[in-house]
């Protein structure tokens, strides 16, 4: 035996249901997007503060100390050593 207005709330859930999956998926996709764009924004090169090279990022390191202008993005994750 169904109960009067069962189908209208039944519509109403799917909705509802739909419409958080629909938001759901066009979040993800301007995080995506947005990510994206950050990782592009990294620098592929990077300055060694001892001899003034100019390397790739991907040779840099551990222990290595990369020299960063006022203005300029960090390459590499690291800790300050002076300035």
């Known amino acids: 035996m169904l109960i009067a207005g069962a189908g209208a709330?039944?519509?109403?859930?799917?909705?509802?249901?739909?419409?958080?999956e629909w938001l759901e998926t066009l979040a993800c996709t301007k995080a995506s997007a947005e990510m994206s764009s950050l990782m592009g924004m990294l620098p592929a090169k990077a300055v060694l503060a001892t001899?003034?090279?100019?390397?790739?990022?991907?040779?840099?390191r551990v222990g290595d100390v990369v020299a960063v202008r006022a203005g300029?993005?960090?390459p590499v994750d690291g800790v300050v050593v002076d300035g």
């Not at 709330?9 to 958080?20: H, N, Q, Y």
């Not at 100019?54 to 040779?59: F, I």
């Open 9 to 20: 709330l039944c519509r109403a859930i799917v909705f509802l249901f739909t419409t958080a």
């Open 51 to 60: 001899t003034g090279d100019v390397v790739s990022v991907r040779d840099v």
């Open 72 to 74: 300029e993005i960090v």
